[in-house]
């Protein structure tokens, strides 16, 4: 039964990369049939993949449920795309297209939408757990009991099961619409482009560079850490998986050379955490963001602005890491590394991440210049016998985006559910005049409250489904407040990411606390302490959008990027309590206001004596640490 299990997986992973590289640059589908036929494939291969649980005994029947599952998933998404696409009109019920019956539909469109409505729940549950599917439940009943609505809870008129189910399945503003669409349009394309890399030898290319290049370095392992996390998680976009595949080789070799247990797990997480900020991949984000931004932004505008705030992310995470490293004394590793990998793995490295980036510039659309870009590692890679990618590599390669991509694709069909909702009841209009209220105009107070809604949305869900929940329901509050469309975007999204290393619900550093066996609110406090230079970039680069190179002033980029590298340095001292030596008490607090301040003080008059003063007081207590060392 496994081997009957494995071989369905494996044909379904072939068919889903097929159908995404031919009909995403060679459609021959309407969209929602598309859609239908990709997320066929995605949760057909999430039940194979997450099997039903407690199964007791050889002869129990249970197991037959995935299959069941499978079949009905067939049935239900198959109905869709006949249902939509003009190849299929001969089997149109009433010769009219679903779309064009919207508000007739009969009493099997509504049983089919139904049984869609739950298997999208049942497939996210097993994928990612119980937070989204019980937060799709809440919309469900709050579209269903409207009217019963207290004041405070945006009552309305209420809606039956059939117009409800009409939404969130039948049509395209529903499971169907713009999460599912990036995930099929961009996502899973470059899901697929980082496994064919991996088959390759690229991406251990990666690490092994990074290993030479901080090798004899103090803190040398958890610098490989940093630099080898944020580059396999550009490709990733999923700092959970980012943390399970290089954490199983940095965590060990922070460990063995001084690091305790839970701080080498929090810099893992923190390092791949960041991952989806780094251009130009950036996990889904950059996507989501082209389909959700107003007035709409190119994907090189989205990379361009990504660039400053990714540096300060990894410089600040690498200064705190050597500063840790410095004051627990870490020893330096002077490890005998393997033979030096083939120059050809680097080649193809560097000719698929150069290739990407210059049919983006050419105007390529970034599924286009993805599949492009592909094509040219498959050709450089054929010239050396350790890059040839063979069948058995090309299998292997589709599996692991299978397997890396089916979770996605669930919770953005889950995601489709809310977003039908928020259409259906017009929640979405209505909440930013609550917020704006509360935050009584100040872009401060405003900025908060997003933040803490944001990482609260974000706990146990994945950072690109927070970030498009929260552009839908209150990205437009920043807005009415005058802040540069992208900046808000951008905020929303850093904060959906750091959700990932927040306790309680840190899930990249519960992951890293299982492979350092360490306690899991210790390792969540250390993630969260590691990337605490991530809570406070976003409030910088939208009180000075110059960090994202929105300005054509050379002069004032180039001051607030100084700015904010002091502010990186005063915070890096105020949390690991080093700086030229040990500091004290006192010294740390006031290092960490003088970071506050170079961070959050907005522009004005007054802008330049506040934040000379903090500098002042930054070199101050710099130059008496170096005095009394000296001394």
């Keep these: 039964m496994a081997r009957i299990k494995y ?19 060679y459609p021959q589908l309407t969209p929602q049939a598309q859609l239908a036929f990709f997320a066929l494939l995605g949760l057909s291969l999430v039940f194979l993949k997450y099997p039903v649980k407690h199964v007791v005994g050889k002869n129990s029947f249970l197991h037959v449920l995935d299959y069941v599952l499978v079949a009905t998933t067939l049935l239900c998404f198959g109905y869709i795309a006949t249902q939509t696409d003009s190849i299929f009109q001969s089997v149109w019920l009433k010769d009219l297209s679903l779309g064009n019956r919207a508000g007739l539909e009969g009493s099997l469109d509504h049983a089919v939408g139904l049984l869609g409505v739950l298997l999208v729940l049942e497939a996210t549950r097993r994928a990612i757990g119980w937070t989204l599917p019980l937060l799709a439940l809440v919309f469900l009943g709050y579209a269903s009991l409207g009217a019963s609505m207290p004041d405070w809870l945006f009552p309305h008129r209420g ?18 619409g713009i999460a599912l669409k990036v995930m099929f349009t961009y996502v899973f394309l470059f899901v697929l482009f980082g496994t064919i890399l991996e088959q390759t030898g690229a991406t251990g290319f990666i690490l092994d560079s990074a290993r030479r290049l901080f090798k004899g370095s103090t803190g040398g392992s958890a610098k490989v850490a940093v630099i080898s996390s944020g580059m396999m998680g ?10 399970a595949t290089t954490g199983t080789f940095t965590i060990p070799m922070m460990r063995s050379a001084g690091f305790r247990a839970e701080a080498a797990g929090g810099i893992e997480a923190a390092a791949s955490s960041g991952g989806a900020l780094v251009p130009p991949i950036m996990g889904a984000g950059a996507y989501m963001m082209l389909e959700m931004v107003e007035p709409a932004v190119t994907y090189l505008q989205i990379i361009q602005a990504a660039i400053v705030p990714a540096i300060l992310y990894y410089v600040a995470l690498l200064l705190i890491v050597h500063l840790h490293s410095r004051k627990i004394e870490a020893v330096s590793q002077e490890e005998d590394l393997p033979s030096r990998p083939p120059r050809s793995r680097g080649i193809v490295f560097l000719v698929a991440f150069v290739s990407l980036i210059c049919f983006l510039v050419m105007g390529y659309t970034p599924f286009r210049a993805v599949s492009i870009s592909l094509v040219c590692v498959f050709v450089v890679s054929a010239f050396s016998l350790q890059t ?8 292997r390669a589709v599996e692991s985006a299978a397997h890396a991509g089916v979770s996605l694709i669930a919770a953005a069909s889950c995601v489709g559910i809310l977003l039908g909702i928020v259409t259906l009841t017009g929640i979405g209009t209505r909440l930013p005049s609550v917020v704006l209220p509360l935050a009584q105009d ?3 107070l405003a900025l908060v409250l997003l933040m803490v809604s944001t990482i609260i949305l974000g706990l146990g869900l994945p950072s690109a489904v927070c970030y498009l929940l929260m552009a839908t329901l209150v990205g437009p509050v920043l807005g009415d407040l005058g802040i540069v469309p992208l900046a808000a975007h951008f905020f929303i999204f850093y904060f959906g990411m750091m959700s990932m290393v927040t306790p309680p619900v840190a899930l990249a550093a519960y992951t890293a606390a299982a492979i350092s066996k360490s306690g899991i609110m210790k390792t969540g406090l250390a993630a969260f302490k590691f990337a605490l230079v991530g809570f406070a970039l976003p409030y910088a680069f939208v009180l000075h959008p110059e960090l994202l190179l929105l300005s054509s002033d050379v002069v004032d980029i180039g001051g607030n990027i100084l700015v904010a590298a002091i502010a990186i340095i005063s915070l890096a001292a105020a949390i690991t309590g080093f700086g030229l030596g040990p500091l004290r008490q006192w010294e740390r607090w006031v290092l960490l206001a003088a970071a506050l301040v170079l961070f959050l003080t907005p522009s004005g008059e007054n802008r330049i004596v506040v934040q000379g003063i903090a500098i002042v007081v930054v ?3 710099g130059l008496k640490g170096a005095l009394g060392r000296a001394g």
């Design 7 to 25: 071989g369905l997986f494996r044909i379904l992973a072939i068919l889903l990369s097929v159908f995404v590289l031919v009909e995403v640059n």
């Design 388 to 395: 040839r990618i063979r069948l058995t590599n090309l299998l």
């Design 619 to 621: 070199v101050w207590i």
């Design 234 to 243: 550009s490709l990733s976009g999923s700092a959970v998986a980012n943390t």
């Design 159 to 176: 809606y039956d099961w059939e117009r409800i189910v009409s939404q969130a399945f039948l049509h395209s503003q529903g499971v169907f």
């Design 442 to 444: 100040n872009l401060i």
